[in-house]
Antibody, heavy 116, light 106 residues
Framework: QVQLVQSGAEVKKPGALVKVSCKAS????????IHWVRQAPGHGLEWMGV???????AYAQSFQGRITMTRDTSTSTVYMELRSLRSEDTAVYYC??????????WGQGTLVTVSS | DIQMTQSPSSLSASVGDRVSITCRAS??????LAWFQQKPGKVPQLLIY???TLQSGVPSRFSGSGSGTDFTLTISSLQPEDVATYYC?????????FGGGTRVEI
């Protein structure tokens, strides 16, 4: 079955960058859209962006200039890098995939804590 | 960008009650609307896509309706395991905005 396995929790200082990975298995990675969604403590879900199978990306306006998504077809892995971290970026970060842009499958989540 | 507004933000109901949650898009999104359930401390799970198509394995007490700008998620008979926060999401074009969520309690 389809599995998305994310990298482990991270603790970062303000101003640093974090790079979270999402390794896919069980489906055709080359045709999959991989989305990133985050959830701050006690808050709702926030869509961050998408890595398309054509190697193009689309990002939410609120992250423009700070986020980069890349994909490595050889390892079926998508990476999400977020720069210039601030305390408000403390959240659980999820990758998701599925039917086109429908998030059927989700990774287990990666907690990123930004603290001095 | 299209905004997604859910209401109510929270509700409390009894076991067996019929519960409805609404989601309104600021512009027409046809039927490109999904509903997710997130239980405390867990990963979100897809319930419904294309506004009214039940995801495989989801109990039939969940249903979705609507098109254009107004959508509804209905739980026909609320069960204790349905305690969760429910989110709508548009997926026609980026950005794939989520609604603010509706917390359902018993």
């Amino acid at each position: 079955q389809v599995q998305l396995v994310q990298s482990g929790a991270e603790v970062k200082k303000p101003g640093a960058l974090v790079k979270v990975s999402c390794k896919a298995s069980g489906h055709t990675f080359t045709t999959s859209y991989i989305h990133w969604v985050r959830q701050a403590p006690g808050h709702g879900l926030e869509w961050m962006g998408v890595s398309n199978p054509t190697y193009t990306t689309a990002y939410a306006q609120s992250f423009q200039g700070r986020i980069t998504m890349t994909r490595d077809t050889s390892t079926s892995t998508v990476y999400m890098e977020l720069r210039s971290l601030r305390s408000e970026d403390t959240a659980v970060y999820y990758c998701s995939s599925g039917l086109g842009s429908i998030a059927v499958y989700w990774g287990q989540g990666t907690l990123v804590t930004v603290s001095s | 960008d299209i905004q997604m507004t859910q209401s109510p933000s929270s509700l409390s109901a009894s076991v067996g009650d019929r519960v409805s949650i609404t989601c309104r898009a600021s512009q027409d999104i046809s039927n490109y609307l999904a509903w997710f359930q997130q239980k405390p401390g867990k990963v979100p799970q897809l319930l419904i896509y294309a506004a009214s198509t039940l995801q495989s394995g989801v109990p039939s007490r969940f249903s979705g309706s609507g098109s254009g700008t107004d959508f509804t998620l209905t739980i026909s008979s609320l069960q204790p395991e349905d305690v969760a926060t429910y989110y709508c999401q548009k997926y026609d074009n980026a950005p794939l905005t989520f609604g603010g969520g509706t917390r359902v309690e018993i």
